[in-house]
Every structure is written in structure tokens, then in C-alpha cells.
């Protein structure tokens, strides 16, 4: 019977990290096994790329602005969290969205990421498509697929090969490109949107088989907690999650030591059967178990020692930077010429800015009366030259953007830029291949987790669930009466 309670040491304090440890705890007092959990975070905040600042009236959103609802595990988790009466869905008033083509703003039509517009009659009038294009889209539900499929194929490949190149150029391709910040013809469909090459599959036709997933959900009861929107925030920002988590991770016991950074991971030897995690500041951590719940080019480093050829494919990983810009204006100087939640901008069009958002109309409280906030967004793979300016310069060159797309010349009366270098992974061709064979050659270290937005999934909920997955893991592995497993369990596998 052990005597001493087991040790647990996380690398990484973003959502990954915090959720993996609010995970091992809900563990820990299901399984009545005792454990002392501590992370480590380099930066002196918490929650990673989760960044709010609330400054003159406004709240900012650094980083991402809200999760979606679709993947539920972000909304779950507040609610466990006791964070229900926070939330607070997007402005129906205002439920319209634009993409810039051809010179001119043109609305997307709603339920477009689900290939079933509520309003056909927006797309035929919006003017993205021309004709033939809308003709050979619609025609994706008698369009062959191939026999056999390949085992990977690009994004932007498969939606090309679906809907045709208009299709993708004006519809897809933007959206996608606001979520992973991405280039299409690099990324792997079956790491980033692995569910409509199943439709395919299944039933020949990502139209057909959206419609048919679609009826069978509506016969499904809703989960109860409110009304809830496609995308979904917090009263006080995201950064009102990570505040909770590390509230109700402290009452819990967890120790978080912030601003020190890992140097170094050293495996078990014949005189220790313990990890040590060396930090920055010299202090040596004992621990049963580690997990690396970092962007996967720090993973690969702290790996490197004794796992250097998972290391070598962690490191292959590419990563994108981005920056998003917020400025706030007088709203009757700006008022009349913003309407709907934002634009996205396609690639073929070749500006820098990758979209917009009209933060005050897309949600409450967000500025005071008077004032409108817009939040920009640059960078992304193959268009982070922007990057290169200093900070003046490239609010600069946001607002010559602002002012041709929308007819702004009123200059902000408050910017703040937040930089997120190599902040974006990028799943790649091959990626889920990749993530195999880390995945076996990790077996051979029992008691190393890896987690994080750089393997299956960049989104909140994504790393809410993977980090969810290796806290309950590892409990189970750490257990005197669990189950053994397949090597498979140090990756998690699932897919979005």
C-alpha cells in the first residue's frame, strides 16, 4: 500500500494544462487515491492564448473571443464550473456575416460551415458566386467521389474536388482560414475537418449526408441549460474561465507556480523510478507522472533527451503567428457604415487583413455607449510579412484596410495590439500519421502525456476534451487496481 501520495507535475498552464488538472482532481475524488498536482507555467499568467484586458470601458479579447457550442465541451465545463449565469450567446439582432470578393462587402449565407443555407435566396443575391458556380456547388450531391479515396488529402483539394474552385475560393476557403489561419492546399482534411470526408464515404455526397445528420438531430432533445448560440462567451471575457479554474484548482489543492519555465525533463534511471522536472530556477520536481501540455515545438525539446525521434516529429509540426488588433471608435462617426458581425477576407483577394469583427454589435457590454470596438485579424500562413511592423505602423496598415473595405477614415480613439507568434499550429498533410507514430514511440515511457492545441484540435472545447482525457488516463494508469491498456493511451487518438 503506498504511503505517499503520488506526484503529478503538468508542464503548460493555457486551457490544455488547467484542464487536465481539474480533470486529474475530479479523478482523484472518484478514485479516493491521493495526489499532489502541481503545473508549471513560464509566463506570469495563466490560460495561454486566453487573454482579456478590460481597459477605459472596453473588453478586449487578445486571443480567441469565444468557443463553440457544436463541441461541447467548453459549455459543459463552465457549467460544472458553476459559470452558467456567465454565459452570454452572440447578438441575434445582428446574425449576419460578409465576406470581401470582388470590391465589394457580400453577405454569407447562415449555415454555410453546414452546407444547408438557411437563405439560398442570400447566396444568389450576395453576388459570390456567379452562376456557373452556384450550378456546379449545388451539383456536389451528384458529383462522384473516388474509388478508392486517398488516405490523406488537402483541404482545399477535397472542397475544390466537392464544390468546385469558386465555391472554395469565396465560401470556404476564408472561413477556414479564420480558424486556422491556415493555407488550404497544405492542410490535411482529415486532421482538421475529418467529418466530411466520412459523409463521403458514407454517403457519397457531404450535402446528402449533412442533410440526413441534420434531420436525425432535430428529432434529438435539446441538452438542457439555456438557449445557447453557435458561438458562446463569458460576461467577463474568457479570461473568466481560466480565473475559476485556477480559483477552484488552488481550493483543491493544486500547486501552480507561475513565471518559471521547464529546463528539462529527465526520465527514471536505476537509482530513481521517478521523472525529475528541472525547472528554470533550479528547483527539481519528483514525479509519477508528467504531461506536456506545451505547443509542440517546447514538447519536442523537453522530449529531446530521451525520446528524440518522437521529439524530431513533434518538431515538425509548423506553426502560423497572427496578430489581432482591437480599436475603438466614436460610433456616430462609424455607425452606419458596419452591419452584421464582421467580414472574413479570401486569400485570392491578397490583402492582409484576414477578418474583421464588430465586436460591440456581435456582443453585449463589450464598449461603452457611444463607442464601437473592432477587433482585426492578420498574420496566418504565407501572409505574416504584416508582422514585420512595429506597432504603429500596423495599425496603420489595419486602418488603410478598414478604410477600404468599409469606408472607415475616423481615426480610433484607442488601439491594442496583441502578437501571437508561432501561436497557430498548423495540421499539415500527414498530420494524423504523424501523431501515430509518437503515439507508439511514447509507450515505451509510461507516465508521459502529451496535450495541447498542437494535436487534435485548436479550438477551446478541443483542448478541453484532450486535456479531459489525459487527466482521467493518467488517474486510471496511476490507480493500484486499473485496467491495463493498449500503448495507444499516450496520445489521446480521438478526432474532432
Known sequence: ?????????????????LATAYAVMEEVRKNQIEVQCTIVEQDTRWGG?????????????????????????????????????????????????????RGALRELPQGLLAFRPQRVDTLVSSGLLSWKGMVRMAAERFWPRP?????????????????????FDYLIEPLVAGIYAGDADELSIEATFPRFRELEREHGSVIKG??????????????????????????????????????????????????????????PTQKSTSFQVILENGVRLSA??????????????????FQPEAANLLDGIPYAS??????????????????????VV????????????????????????????????????????????????LVECVRRELEAIVGITTAPKYAEIHRWIRGMPQYVLGHQERLAHVTQLLA???????????????????????????????????SPTRVTHDSGRKVSSFQQ
Open 322 to 343: 497572427t496578430a489581432t488588433i482591437s480599436m475603438a471608435y466614436p460610433t456616430e462617426a462609424i455607425g452606419a457604415q458596419i452591419r452584421g458581425f464582421g467580414f
Open 346 to 393: 479570401p486569400r485570392k483577394e491578397q490583402r492582409p487583413l484576414l477578418a474583421a469583427t464588430w465586436t460591440s454589435l456581435k456582443w453585449p457590454d463589450r464598449s461603452r455607449a457611444g463607442e464601437t470596438l473592432i477587433r482585426c485579424y492578420v498574420g496566418g500562413r504565407g501572409r505574416e510579412t504584416v508582422l514585420e511592423q512595429d506597432d504603429q505602423p
Open 210 to 267: 449533412m442533410r440526413m445528420a441534420q434531420a436525425k438531430a432535430a428529432t434529438t432533445s435539446r441538452p438542457p441549460g439555456g438557449a445557447t448560440t453557435l458561438f458562446m462567451s463569458l460576461r467577463g471575457g474568457l479570461s473568466q474561465l481560466i480565473q475559476t479554474l485556477v480559483q477552484q484548482l488552488t481550493e483543491r489543492g493544486v500547486c501552480l507556480t507561475a513565471g518559471v519555465g521547464c529546463q528539462e525533463v529527465q526520465p
Open 1 to 17: 500500500m503506498r504511503k505517499t501520495p503520488y506526484q503529478v507535475v503538468i508542464i503548460g498552464g493555457g486551457i490544455s494544462g
Open 49 to 101: 492564448k486566453i487573454l482579456t484586458h478590460v481597459t477605459e470601458g472596453l473588453l478586449i479579447e487578445g486571443g480567441p473571443d469565444s468557443f463553440l457550442t457544436s463541441k461541447p465541451w467548453a459549455l459543459e465545463l463552465c457549467r460544472t464550473l458553476g459559470l452558467q449565469d456567465q454565459l452570454i450567446p452572440t447578438n441575434a439582432q445582428h446574425n449576419r456575416t460578409f465576406s470581401f470578393c
Open 288 to 305: 509519477d507522472a508528467v504531461v506536456l501540455a506545451t505547443p509542440t515545438f517546447q514538447t519536442a525539446r523537453l522530449l529531446r533527451s
Open 444 to 478: 515505451a515511457w509510461p507516465g508521459v502525456y502529451v496535450t495541447g492545441a498542437g494535436l487534435h484540435g485548436i479550438g477551446i472545447p478541443d483542448c478541453i476534451r484532450e486535456g479531459t482525457k489525459v487527466g482521467q488516463q493518467l488517474i486510471e494508469d496511476l
Open 147 to 167: 474509388n478508392p479515396l486517398s488516405a490523406d488529402e488537402s483541404l482545399a483539394g477535397f472542397f475544390r474536388r466537392r464544390f468546385g474552385t469558386e465555391a
